[in-house]
């Protein structure tokens, strides 16, 4: 559904599918370079991206909700800030004119980016529920950043929030299905157990 000016991709994917066509604006978002651990390959944008888009914005903030998530070796303490998310929605309202699409990636391409097309995709349809569905159907498997959803919704005026906390609902219980987490399972397992008492 590249009709939206939307896809949402992981760092790797994007590096492998670097030739093959792309939105000509790229929200990239990594982790901060750290001080005090080894840097994994996200707190560096490649340089290939580059080369490849036009105009980039660059995030760099941790895939967590609160700074009490990280770890003491996570230095510096970035966490998405409002901030962030306004320099995303500047960054659209600057290229909306002139560009086909944006591209999003982070490490996954799950919640972090997600979040943010996310609120593009509101941006753009001005409904909550086209958003979401329209994400769903681009990346499946996303489950956005709560934190980042809710900042869109204080600058935007907007509910994003209800239609992700719907989509993280879903996914939990996909989650419980697949690992069969029902209930009875669950019961029929406690019962194996006391009857190996």
């Not at 510096?76 to 004119?97: G, H, L, Y």
């Amino acid at each position: 559904m590249k009709a939206t000016g939307i896809e949402v991709l992981g760092q790797i994917e994007l590096e492998k599918s670097i030739n093959e066509p792309h939105y000509s604006c790229l929200v990239s978002i990594g982790n901060p370079l750290s001080l005090f651990t080894i840097n994994r390959p996200d707190t560096k944008m490649p340089q290939v991206f580059k080369k490849r888009f036009k105009e980039i914005l660059r995030l760099s903030f941790y895939d967590v909700e609160r700074k009490s998530q990280l770890s003491p070796h996570q230095f510096p303490r970035k966490v998405p800030k409002k901030s962030d998310i306004r320099k995303a929605i500047q960054f659209f309202n600057q290229t909306k004119e002139h560009t086909e699409g944006y591209t999003l990636h982070c490490w996954q391409g799950i919640s972090r980016s997600a979040a943010i097309a996310l609120g593009y995709l509101y941006m753009i349809t001005g409904s909550e529920q086209e958003a979401i569905v329209v994400l769903k159907s681009l990346r499946p498997e996303a489950h956005p950043h709560l934190g980042i959803v809710k900042m869109f919704d204080e600058e935007l005026g907007c509910n994003l929030s209800s239609v992700n906390n719907g989509l993280h609902r879903e996914w939990i219980e996909k989650m419980k299905l697949s690992l069969d987490l029902t209930e009875e399972s669950l019961l029929e397992e406690l019962k194996a157990v006391e009857d190996e008492k």
